[in-house]
Structure formats: structure tokens, C-alpha cells
């Protein structure tokens, strides 16, 4: 089982920014998907963005683009989500998951959207108006 810590969630003010780390002790494969969702309360948890570590594609859910960054230190062992102009919808607890990639045609792999295999704890982030 990979093991996941997310820190750097923290109450910032709507127009804020933060960014969120996702250490893991290892990836199943070579290329492995990691994600980042978010829970908001009363709501179902969802993704936000993702990212194949096998070369660096990325993912945003459309809430999000142009705010937020995914982006990965392989030699780190450690996934980021650099958030801007934070919106108080952005409030939520913020996972981090990892997943096989889907085999998608010659040179094209995706991230999922659900069903990750394994999971952080979560780290809170509180946007106010």
C-alpha cells in the first residue's frame, strides 16, 4: 500500500494563495497517476486535478483552471497543488490519491476520475470572503 501525507491547507482570505504537498513513500509502477480531490462539507468528493507521472500531463477540473498547478519532484517523491485567487468554493478538505494511468492509444495515458486505490489524510483549506 503507498503511503500518502498532504500538508499546507490553511484559512486564507478569498484572492489568497496556497500550495498544498503530497509526499508518498512510493508509486505502484513506473507511471502512476496521482490526484488531488476535494471534500466540501455536505458534499461529495471530487477531483480537482491530476497528474501522470510518467510525463508530467496534467488535469484541472474546469472550476479550477487558470488558478490552480499540479506539478510533481519525482526525486522528491512529492506532488503539488499551487492554488491562486482562491475562491471561497474552494473551501474544502483536500486529498491526495494515486492510481494506475488508463492506457488511452499510442503515447496517451489518463488519470481516472474516482476509484483510487489508495489515499492521504487530508489537509483542510478554509477560503473566507
Known amino acids: 500500500q503507498v503511503q500518502l501525507v498532504e500538508s499546507g491547507g490553511d484559512s486564507v482570505q478569498a484572492g489568497g494563495s496556497l500550495r498544498l504537498s503530497c509526499v508518498y513513500s512510493?508509486?505502484?509502477?513506473?507511471?502512476?497517476?496521482v490526484a488531488w480531490f476535494r471534500q466540501a462539507p455536505g458534499k461529495e468528493r471530487t477531483r480537482v486535478a491530476s497528474i501522470y507521472t510518467g510525463d508530467g500531463y496534467t488535469y484541472y477540473v474546469n472550476s479550477v483552471k487558470g488558478r490552480f498547478t499540479i506539478s510533481q519532484d519525482t526525486a522528491k517523491n512529492t506532488v503539488y497543488l499551487e492554488m491562486n485567487s482562491l475562491k471561497p468554493e474552494d473551501t474544502g478538505m483536500y486529498y491526495c490519491a494515486t492510481d494506475r494511468a488508463i492506457y488511452s492509444g499510442p503515447s496517451r495515458w489518463i488519470c481516472p476520475a474516482s476509484g483510487y486505490r489508495d489515499w492521504g489524510q487530508g489537509t483542510q483549506v478554509n477560503v473566507s470572503s
Open positions: 512510493r508509486l505502484a509502477y513506473t507511471g502512476d497517476c
